[in-house]
Structures are given as C-alpha cells and as structure tokens.
C-alpha cells in the first residue's frame, strides 16, 4: 500500500511505489502496490471535508482497497507524513493512527517515510508521525541527518528486523565519515534546539506567507520549515505551472532559491534550513512576496 502522490526515492522498487506520474519513468515494477487518498482536500472526492469526515471516509476507503484490489499478504503501508515532492500535503493529525487500526487487524505494517520530516523540520514534533498519536512499525530517514553528506537508515521494531535472515550487505554501508557527520548534525540540532527554532520562524513564514493578498494563491500550507503555496489561474482551481515557473525565476533573480513541486507542478515548496534566522526570514518573505504580486 502506498499513497497518491507520494514519492519515495529514485530506486526501482521506491518508483514502483511512488504514486505521482511524474516522477515514475516507467509502468514497469517489481511490486504490486494499491494506493489510499492521499491527504489532498483542495480538490478531488475529498475536498473541503472536515478533519473527522476525511479521517473517516479515509479509513473505509482502506477497508475497500483492501477487500477489493489486495490478495494474499499485504506487507506494508508506506507513506510521508508530509509529502514532499507532492507539493507539502498532509493528511489530518491523528490519520495514521486511525489507518493503524486497521492495519493491525490485517497483520499490515506500517512504514514511515520521515526523510523530509525528521529531525525537527514539523516544528511541532521531531519525527512527522508522532503528530499521530501512533508509533510505525518502520521508519526510513535521510538527507537532513547528513547535512550534505550522503547518508540513510531505517529503524524498525526489533521483531520486524530480526526476521530478515537473509545475508544482507552495502558495500557503503556504515561509512565512517558520513556516521560520524551524522553524528555532528544531531548533536548540532539537539544542543541548539533547531526544532524550536523550526517552530517558531516557520510560524513567521507561514503568517507572512498568509497575508499575502493575491488571487493566484489557492493554498498555504505546511508545517513548521515545511512550506508550501500552490498557485492557481485567477478565480479557479485550475492549476497554473507557467505562472509558478515565473515566480521561481524572479526569486531567483532576486538572490532567493525556492522549489518547484506538487502533482501539477504549481506548487512552490520551501525547506530552508533549520538554522534560519528571524531576519534571514523577513528577508526571503519580502522577495517572495514581491515575486509573487
């Protein structure tokens, strides 16, 4: 199981799972994978449904899935809190514990993509599924750890890895240099608590983010340095990637670097360092916001 617009990496099992269009090469893939709603509710059967109403009709919809496109065994379910490449969508707090129910039932284990959301990035909390109320039974992460250097890992409950018998080995696994900058970095956001820093500059930019008047903006969203605007054609929910594409130039232009993402590509997403400061803030917010207008 897996989510629609998710994406999971660039390997041939991770695009296999990837549910946005986009970034999968090929139809060609080495598992069977049924997708849930992903958190969207901008447009599609699920827009404009309260937080209770989408976690309920969520649920049935997995039950669904599951009696009517699954056979035998299903391994697992595998999603971001927050979607990354998906244009920063998230379900509701408290979805996957609702989802975890029913998962427990089947014997279907839960893995948790935090390689955009670990390590403090929500503001709120330091992994993404804790906003949850639920613990996975997997959890991958990436990137942030290494701070530019390449370096990855999984955790998992000691009953779950303890059942690979398999011989497995990564001829780059453990490298010592990156584990040890690994090592750095969380010292680093433990002891100046880039998580409450995460917290409260992003509370700014989302604020500042918001009061932006334009008729091209459908949705701000996000969580903590999680930020994300999708654009829109004035006085629809048509998406508009040229008029996106136009406001990455200009910040450029004007010394800002932001990305470009979601299903349509008219989304805007912004991940700015842990480390960002009030007035790096106010900075990158008056040049967007000029971009924009």
Known sequence: LAMRNSY??????????????????TSLTPVNVSYLHSGDRLRGVFAGL???DYIERAVADLREVLATTTAGDVACLIAEPVQGVGGFVAPPDGYFKAIKEVLDEQGILWVSDEVQTGWGRTGSHFWGYQAHDATPDMLTFAKGVGNGFTLGGVVARAQVMDSFAATSFNTFGGNPVSASAGSAVIDYLLSHD???????????LHAGLRAIDSDRIAEVRGKGLMLAIEFVKPGTLDPDPAFTLEVVERCKASGLLVGKGGLYGNVIRMGPPLTLTEAEAKEGLEVLACAIM
């Open 50 to 52: 309260s937080d209770q």
């Open 8 to 25: 999971h990496g660039r390997s041939f099992a991770a695009l296999g799972v990837t549910g946005n269009r986009s970034w999968s090469a």
């Open 194 to 204: 880039l998580q409450a820093n995460a917290a409260h500059v992003g509370g700014i």
